[in-house]
């Protein structure tokens, strides 16, 4: 029996500029009629764009019939960010179902969100659906101001300017923080030696239980700003049935991203 995650082709009715590297994208079209969300806040598609045959992976935004809302990063190069930031509209792609990995316990009693600029529509979209005391810091590259409207208002949100290197520095942030009372849920997504280091600091120095946190390395800084190529909802799942623990598993997941 095949498991080939089902397609879909959709049709790009609109582009809009959100900021000097983000751009939303709206797509629709009868080839998604078929598509449904999962309803995890955090769920990702596979999208090919024209004269690709590769899938890089993006944050559903939002999702009601006829319209899927992708927030993509552009940068100097990559299989969809050049394409992303031409006249894409009226040019037809391909969409993966959705997956998603935010598990958050039902009797957290906060929420911690950090990320880059790659993880912003995930946060975005986790702080609108979750009622619990939420708190994120964002590192981005590009204006605050530009950027102040994105997350919902309630959110208290600390931004933090990205390293004029480009360098990721979350991990050092990370390792900070003072953390709240009781027990909560971290969810964290960025550049995946970043958060290899997180991964291993969670679970050595804090010593939190694989349930209490979900950590995605959502690009690499060797080959430039990506989003992730490999679907880590397989990876995953096949650690959990071998037995490995959460730190083995993303390690299969970073070597399979190469």
């Not at 500029?17 to 990702?44: C, I, K, M, N, Q």
Request: net charge negative.
């Amino acid at each position: 029996m095949s498991t080939r995650a089902a397609t879909y082709e959709a049709e790009v009715l609109s582009r809009t500029p959100l900021s000097e590297h983000l751009v939303r994208l709206v797509l629709g079209g009868p080839g998604l009629a078929d598509f449904a969300s999962t309803g995890v806040p955090d769920e990702w598609v596979g999208l090919v764009v024209p004269g690709q045959f590769q899938s890089r992976y993006y944050t559903v935004r939002s999702w009601e019939p006829g319209a899927l809302v992708l927030d993509v990063v552009v940068h100097d190069v990559g299989l969809v960010t050049e394409w992303a930031k031409g006249d894409c509209v009226g040019d037809v792609v391909t969409v993966s179902a959705p997956r998603g990995s935010f598990a958050m316990p039902a009797d957290a009693a906060w929420l911690m969100l950090v990320g880059d600029l790659t993880a912003l529509p995930a946060m975005a979209r986790i702080a609108e659906t979750t009622a619990v005391p939420t708190r994120a810091w964002a590192e981005v590259p590009d204006d605050v101001a530009a950027l102040a409207g994105y997350l919902p208002g309630h959110l208290e949100v600390d931004w933090l300017e990205q390293p004029g290197d480009g360098v990721s520095r979350l991990a050092d942030v990370v390792t900070d923080l003072v953390w709240p009372e009781g027990e909560g849920y971290f969810w964290m997504a960025g550049e995946s030696a970043q958060m290899r280091a997180i991964r291993k600091h969670l679970m050595r120095e804090r010593g939190l239980p694989g349930t209490a946190y979900d950590v995605m390395g959502y690009w690499r800084e060797t080959t430039g700003r990506q989003p992730r190529a490999v679907d880590p909802g397989p990876v995953y799942r096949a650690g959990k049935r071998a037995g490995k623990s959460d730190e083995e598993i993303w390690a299969d997941y970073d070597e399979a991203r190469g």
